[in-house]
């Protein structure tokens, strides 16, 4: 990163109007206050909190700064340049007026709900179909080819709701009716992960890869625990970071064909991959267009902050 450039107003926008220093006391505290002294100390560096604290035209009210490690709410305006939409606060049709956001309504959109993921680019997925009842449901799974199948949310997250069967043991009683008529639920061809990846992982895994603009900051694998095949963290999955230089090559070619068919539409991204290694190769499970910090045992905290830096500074 250049040490001599023009300071930008760059205002990172959260959801949450009360415990503004709660949202960052936890295992990633460390990577957090790391960034904001960093930025602090390049940019002008504010938070915003809720939608109402934006007024039109790059004009935030109420912002806080970030002051001796701490935050420290003011009753100050603060004109942005750039907006770092740390949460989704805005959709499709969101005027910054003078101001950058990252990352647009339209990426976002595109990330979730899953299915318009699909619909890009499906050529980097396994077959899926979104599906909103039950006779729907029994339709698309007649049309899967692997013996197992994955049932989830189209807008799901923290591997919630998220069910694999053998196709001909499929339990449809499971499946949340509400989300399912709301917000539809995708069946999808398995990929079997079961073989690992070799000297990454050793069984059934999804590997993550976060981006920042053009520059790969973060890479781990999460491996499911014993008896599960869901590989997510908030289900017991394992987190073992991967050196960005000992990526497979099979693995990082495939990102880079990915990231070229995001850029075509959606240039300077910010958001994570997740990929599943099966016996065809590399497949895309799919992708977050949030980009979520390192923990502080992480050896890649220096480059994901300087990424993210460099990133908002450019974009």
Known sequence: METTHTPRNIIMWLKSKDNVDGNFQNAKSSAYHKFFAKINERDNFRFAYDFESFKGNGEFINVARYENGEITKTEESFNADVIYQYNKMVNIGFDPGSAVITNTPEFRNLCSPKINTYNYMPQFFMKSYLTFSEGELKEAIEKITTSKVVLKPNNGQNGDDVFIFNKDEVDLSVIPEDKLKERGFLVQEFID?????????????????????????????????????????????????????????????????????????????????????????????ELNSHTAFPGEDFKCMDRFIDNLIYHLETI
């Open 193 to 285: 992960t079961s073989g690992g990846i070799p000297g990454v992982a050793k069984s059934y895994h999804d590997l993550r890869i976060i981006t920042h603009g053009d520059r790969i900051s973060l890479c781990h694998v999460r491996q499911a625990p014993e008896g599960s095949m869901v590989s997510n963290s908030h289900k017991g999955a394992s987190i073992t970071e991967i050196d960005i230089d000992a990526i497979p090559e099979d693995i990082l070619n495939f990102y880079k064909q990915v990231h070229t068919e995001i850029t075509k539409q959606f240039p300077k991204p910010l958001y994570s991959m997740d990929i599943g290694v099966g016996k065809d190769g590399p497949k895309l499970i």
